[in-house]
Nanobody
């Protein structure tokens, strides 16, 4: 079992920045990838960004050039740096960790609300 705790959400004006953090309860050597997802009201949860244990990243088209995902070397914390925020970025953001033992669905954090005002 992997416990994930997100933090850093909040209310920000359009054009502003936020940094989300996701920390694991313990060092997990078996984590193969972290992902940040978001879910807006009435919409399905969608992948925002992903980073593998090898450092490869990929981003959803709406956030390319504005968001950056990073992690510490021990793979215990992952960050999502969000710049030039737009009202359409408003959503609950979830951290996900896929492990060797759970490579498909992975483990989820409780989510953190990000609200961008226009």
């Amino acid at each position: 079992q992997v416990q994930l705790v997100e933090s850093g959400g909040g209310l920000v004006e359009a054009g502003g920045s936020l940094r989300l953090s996701c920390a694991t309860s313990r060092s997990i050597a078996s984590i193969i990838a972290y992902g940040w997802y978001r879910q807006a009201p009435g919409k399905q949860r969608e992948l925002v960004a992903q980073i593998t244990s090898g450092g490869r990243t990929n981003y959803a088209d709406p956030v390319k050039g504005r968001f950056t995902i990073s992690r510490d070397n021990a793979m215990t914390t992952v960050y999502l740096h969000m710049n030039s925020l737009k009202p359409e970025d408003t959503a609950v953001y979830y951290c996900n960790a896929r492990t060797i033992g759970n490579p498909v669905s992975g483990f989820w954090g409780q989510g953190t609300q990000v609200t961008v005002s226009s």
